[in-house]
C-alpha cells in the first residue's frame, strides 16, 4: 500500500494525520485527503479524481526536511476577465507573487499594485504572507497604479432609489416660509408674556390665602386686574399669530408639487 509521511495536513478539513490513518494520495500533486473529505468531494483539491488509498508512516529520521506551508490564493483584474488560483508558500514574498501574476496576466509593462480584495488594503512588497498573516482562500485584486502612486478602484455602493411618493418636491416661495416662522415666533413670544402674567396674578392669591388674617388690600386688586388685562392681551396676540401661522401652513402645503423621475 502506498505510504505518505505522517503530519501532513488535509486541504479540506484541515485534519492533521497520524501514524497508522488511512486517506486517500494524490499522485499528481502529493495531497493527501481523508476518507470522509474522499467521499463527500470525490476529487482532489487540485481536481484530480484519480486517487489511491494510502498509509500514514512515521518519517524516516535520517531524512531531515522541511518544507514551507503553503496556502491556495487567488488573484484576479478589476473586470474580472483575469483569474487565477494557485498554491504560495508562506514564505514567498508579496512583491515577487506581484511581479509573477502581472507577468501572467499581461501587464508586465504596467505598474500595478496587489490589493487584498476583503479589506481593500493594498500589500506591502517586502512583506511574505506570513508575516501578513494571509489566509488560505484569500483573493487579491491586481489592479494599475495611478499617477503618483494612487491604486485606482472601482468602488461600488448600492443605491436605494425611494418611492415616488417620497421623492414628491414642494415649491414654496420663500417669503411665505419666512413668514411662517416669523408668526410662529410671535406666537411662542407672546405664550411666554401670558403665562408670567398668569404666575404673577397666582403669585398674588396665594399671597392672599397664606396670610393670618387674611388682608386684600387696594394696591393687590389693583395689581390682579392690570395682570389680567395684560394676560387678556396676551393670549388675545397668542391666538391672533396662531390663526396666521395657520393660514401661513396651508399655503406651503398647497403648494405646487413636481414629481422627480
Not at 34 to 44: D, I, P, V
Request: proline fraction near 4%; aromatic fraction near 8%.
Amino acid at each position: 500500500m502506498e505510504g505518505f509521511e505522517a503530519g501532513i495536513q488535509c486541504p479540506y478539513t484541515s485534519h492533521v494525520f497520524s501514524v497508522g490513518e488511512h486517506g486517500k494520495k494524490c499522485p499528481r500533486c502529493e495531497r493527501v485527503i481523508t476518507l470522509s473529505a474522499w467521499q463527500e468531494k470525490q476529487r482532489c483539491f487540485c481536481g484530480n479524481t484519480s486517487l489511491i488509498e494510502a498509509v500514514a508512516k512515521s518519517p524516516v529520521p535520517t531524512q531531515i526536511t522541511s518544507f514551507p506551508q503553503r496556502i491556495t490564493v487567488t488573484v484576479r483584474n478589476l473586470s474580472g476577465d483575469f483569474r487565477k488560483t494557485t498554491d504560495v508558500p508562506l514564505d514567498m514574498k508579496l512583491g515577487d507573487f506581484r511581479l509573477a501574476a502581472a507577468k501572467i496576466a499581461g501587464w508586465s509593462s504596467i505598474p500595478v499594485c496587489l490589493v487584498e480584495e476583503k479589506t481593500n488594503k493594498v500589500l506591502r512588497d517586502n512583506s511574505t504572507f506570513g508575516e501578513l498573516g494571509i489566509q488560505n482562500g484569500t483573493v487579491f485584486i491586481l489592479s494599475p497604479e495611478a499617477e503618483g502612486g494612487g491604486t485606482r478602484l472601482n468602488i461600488s455602493a448600492p443605491i436605494n432609489i425611494p418611492d415616488l411618493e417620497e421623492m414628491t418636491v414642494l415649491l414654496v416661495q420663500a417669503d411665505v416660509v419666512y413668514r411662517l416662522e416669523e408668526y410662529r415666533s410671535d406666537q411662542q413670544h407672546w405664550e411666554a408674556i401670558m403665562w408670567t402674567l398668569v404666575g404673577a396674578i397666582l403669585g398674588v392669591l396665594v399671597n392672599w390665602i397664606t396670610n393670618e388674617p387674611i388682608v386684600i388690600s387696594k394696591i393687590s386688586i389693583l395689581a390682579i386686574i392690570m395682570f389680567s388685562i395684560l394676560a387678556c392681551i396676551a393670549f388675545a396676540s397668542v391666538v391672533k399669530y396662531r390663526k396666521r401661522a395657520e393660514k401661513m401652513k396651508e399655503r406651503v402645503l398647497n403648494s405646487k408639487t413636481v414629481n422627480v423621475n
